[in-house]
């Protein structure tokens, strides 16, 4: 048997260099395309249509609050997450990082600040005090932000970095009724909300373009599980569980549009 | 959602500095440089606290308060009094607002969360510029100051962010960053450049007990009286 073995190991270790040889070759002519595997083509009846996505769970850790999470990627079209191996690809169009992966940002390869720096998305985020159905003009390309982890916190509450997807209410007193359960409450700003001192702030609605170049507008609605408005909010509800509608509209559309 | 409740009493602090000082460089940089202002230590509201059980502070948000260049004087907002005498001024420059006093706005009348909201003080700007404070010799044209999208001067999230301060992702160690100088257009029209240094009394290097006394401002400016660009603060 030992010699038979023997005998014989010359020739699998050639062949098996030849294929690992056409193996290499293959990956080369696929990582071309950058795509490691075919990219199933998401359908055209993703457009047009109001998507809802609940409680997309990201993990966090109230021990470690500041713990950098890696981002958290997230594809509009198949409504699912997408692993970070495929990071630097346009298969995904909106990041969740930073803090409790609370901010969001577009694909973009071009820009050395967005998570898919070297790839080939051309996306951005933007975000407007408007509600969600009010926003029906796409905002022009250069308005567009094409760094990652930009849209969170608002300036209308503690730690705000300009204009933001949430407040927080760090003191509970901006919104909450200042028990100790409604501070540190991370409102969604989906729909406009009154503070305690009669200030109407407007809803927010985040803008897409995605790394292909078709536009979105979201929704965001809740970072608490199974709990979509501001009275079930509390310190100790779970989080983080994005609840989120979305409108994608293909690229070239001038307008936000539900066909029926 | 906790976000800071936790990390910034019950975590082990070190506030590191812009100017770099490490053990084997015990003697700092003086902030003096003959012409800008250093304020050392300015108490903010330290009778607030970012979480309950912490001794002798109040569970509840942080008073805010103003701060004027040219006397140094420190204006308390308390009251609703305090507010009618004093938010739609000119008569202030920096307001330290938010949590720990730690989001600083220039006095500006167009922005609503700006504490000067639909006041007197238009025409206001500040840009962040990615320069030690030193080096900032002149400031930046009124086209990039009325272009700049920079509200406030406050916590960073990311790298791309313009706050002064962040924390260590990894170690939760809380620092103002470096190299970071923000240019102002004052209400009076005057230019400035402003560098927030430090929260914890004393302006330590490194802050190693939870219970470290904060916020106690230390920071620096200088106002170019004459109208001008010029924001050189080193002597010739």
């Known amino acids: 048997m030992n010699r038979k073995y023997t005998h014989f190991s010359g020739r699998p270790r050639l062949l098996t260099a030849i294929l690992i040889g056409a193996t290499l070759l293959a990956s080369c002519s696929r990582s071309d395309n950058s795509q490691p595997d075919p990219e199933p083509e998401p359908g055209t009846d993703v457009y047009y249509k109001l998507h809802r996505v609940e409680n997309f769970a990201v993990e966090s850790d109230d021990e470690n609050p500041t713990q950098a999470k890696a981002a958290v990627l997230f594809s509009l079209f198949t409504k699912e997450e997408v692993p970070s191996s495929y990071m630097k690809t346009t298969r995904w169009d909106i990041s969740f990082s930073g803090l409790y992966n609370s901010f969001l940002g577009g694909n973009n390869g071009s820009n050395s600040n967005n998570v898919a720096y070297g790839g080939a998305g051309t996306g951005g985020v933007l975000i407007l005090e408007k509600e969600f159905d009010e926003v029906t003009e796409i905002p022009g390309d250069t308005q567009f932000d094409a760094k990652s982890g930009i849209i969170g916190t608002d300036d209308a509450g503690a730690f705000g970095e300009g204009t933001g997807w949430y407040l927080y209410d760090f003191g509970g007193s901006i919104l909450g009724d200042g028990t100790e359960q409604k501070a540190h409450v991370a409102y969604a700003l989906g729909s406009p909300l009154t503070t305690n001192s009669g200030t109407v702030i407007p809803a927010r609605t985040v803008v897409v373009k995605t790394p292909k170049g078709d536009y979105a507008k979201i929704k965001m609605i809740s970072c608490y599980k199974d709990a979509f408005t501001p009275d079930v909010w509390f310190k100790d509800t779970p989080h983080m569980f994005f609840t989120f509608e979305y409108v994608i509209v293909p690229a070239g559309s001038t307008q936000f549009e539900i066909k029926p | ?236």
Request: charged content about 20%.
């Open chain 2, 1 to 236: 959602m906790d976000l800071f409740r936790t990390n910034l009493n019950k975590l082990v602090l070190l506030a590191a500095l812009a100017v770099s000082c490490g053990k084997d460089d015990p003697v700092r940089p003086s902030l003096e440089d003959g012409k800008s202002t250093v304020i050392y230590d300015l108490p903010g509201d330290t009778e607030a606290s970012m979480s309950d059980g912490v001794n002798g502070k109040d569970e509840r948000d942080f008073h805010t308060f103003l701060f004027r260049f040219r006397d140094k004087k420190q204006i308390w907002i308390r009251t609703k009094a305090d507010s009618a005498q004093w938010l739609k001024t000119v008569d202030w420059d920096i307001a330290f607002t938010g949590p720990y006093n730690s989001e600083i706005y220039v006095n500006n009348a167009d922005y609503l969360h700006n504490p000067g909201y639909g006041g007197e003080a238009s025409g206001t700007a500040v840009v962040l510029l990615h320069q030690s404070y030193e080096s900032v010799v002149e400031a930046p044209s009124d086209e990039t100051f009325d272009q700049s999208e920079l509200n406030k001067i406050g916590w960073a999230s990311s790298e791309g962010s313009s706050g002064w301060f962040n924390y260590s992702l990894n170690t939760h160690i809380m620092q103002a960053l470096p190299n970071r100088t923000y240019a102002i257009r004052l209400p009076d029209g005057n230019y400035a450049k402003l560098q927030l240094i430090n929260a914890y009394k004393g302006n330590p290097p490194a802050v190693t007990d939870m219970y470290w006394p904060a916020p106690y401002y230390t920071f620096r400016y200088f106002v170019q009286r004459d109208g001008g660009k010029n924001l050189s603060t080193i002597i010739q």
